[in-house]
C-alpha cells in the first residue's frame, strides 16, 4: 500500500510537472514587426521606393511616420494615402524555405477605403551574390500571392496564410525558385478617396504543415480530338 501512495505521488507530481512548463513561443520571422528595434522604429521595412524609377512610387516615404501611439496601441506603423496615389510597405524580406507555408498576422485600423494584402516572392538580381543583409533592390520579383482586401476604421485582427493549402505543380514550380518573401500592403492608385492606414504588431511564423503539391492529371487522348 505504501509503495501505491508513493507511486501515485510521483506520477502526480509529474503530470503537475507538464502542466506548468512554459509554451514554446512561436519565432517571428519578421524582423522589428513590433516597430521597437532601438536603431529605428521602422528599421528594416521597405517604403522608399525611389529606386524603381517608377513614378508610381514616387514619394512614397514621405507619407510615413511612426507613431508612439494610436487608439489603444503603442508601437505603430502609420501611412497616409493622398488622394489617386499609389502607397505601398513591404516587411523586412524574409528568407523562404520551399514547400512551408507561412502566416501572417497584425492589428490593423484603416480609415482609407480598403487595403490590399498579399505575400511577393524574390530571388536575387543576376549578378548579386547573396549576402547576410539583402535588400529589396537586390531583388527581383518572381512570384506573388493572391491578394486579399479588407476595410474598416477600427483595429482589426487581419491573418493571411502562403502559399495554399494544396497547390498546383506549376505554382511549385515557380515556388521553387523564391529565396525570399515580404508581406505587402497597399493602397493601390487611381482612388478616389484620401486617408491612412495603420499597422502594429506584425507577425510572420511558419506553419507545421508544409503545403501538398497537386498532381496534373495526365492528358488522355480524348484531349486531343
Request: proline residues 6%; hydrophobic residues 35%.
Amino acid at each position: 500500500m505504501t509503495c501505491l501512495n508513493r507511486f501515485g505521488v510521483v506520477v502526480l507530481c509529474s503530470v503537475m510537472g507538464l502542466a506548468c512548463l512554459p509554451a514554446i513561443a512561436e519565432t517571428n520571422l519578421c524582423y522589428n514587426g513590433s516597430f521597437t528595434s532601438t536603431k529605428d522604429p521602422l528599421d528594416g521595412w521597405n517604403f522608399n521606393y525611389e529606386w524603381t524609377g517608377n513614378s508610381k512610387g514616387a514619394g512614397n516615404q514621405n507619407n510615413v511616420s511612426f507613431v508612439p501611439e494610436f487608439k489603444g496601441r503603442r508601437n505603430v506603423f502609420k501611412m497616409v494615402v493622398p488622394r489617386n496615389y499609389e502607397s505601398k510597405v513591404e516587411t523586412p524580406l524574409m528568407e523562404y524555405e520551399v514547400g512551408a507555408r507561412y502566416k501572417c498576422t497584425f492589428d490593423l485600423y484603416a480609415d482609407v477605403g480598403e487595403v490590399r494584402l498579399l505575400f511577393l516572392g524574390y530571388n536575387l538580381r543576376p549578378g548579386i551574390a547573396p549576402g547576410d543583409e539583402p535588400k529589396l533592390q537586390d531583388m527581383r520579383r518572381i512570384y506573388k500571392g493572391d491578394a486579399i482586401s479588407t476595410r474598416g476604421a477600427a483595429w482589426k485582427s487581419v491573418t493571411i496564410t502562403f502559399p495554399h493549402e494544396q497547390i498546383s505543380e506549376l505554382a511549385y514550380s515557380h515556388l521553387k525558385k523564391v529565396r525570399y518573401v515580404t508581406v505587402m500592403l497597399f493602397v493601390p492608385g487611381g482612388t478616389d478617396y484620401s486617408g491612412s492606414f495603420y499597422i502594429t504588431n506584425v507577425k510572420v511564423v511558419k506553419l507545421p504543415e508544409p503545403c501538398k503539391v497537386t498532381k496534373t492529371a495526365p492528358k488522355s487522348s480524348a484531349d486531343d480530338e
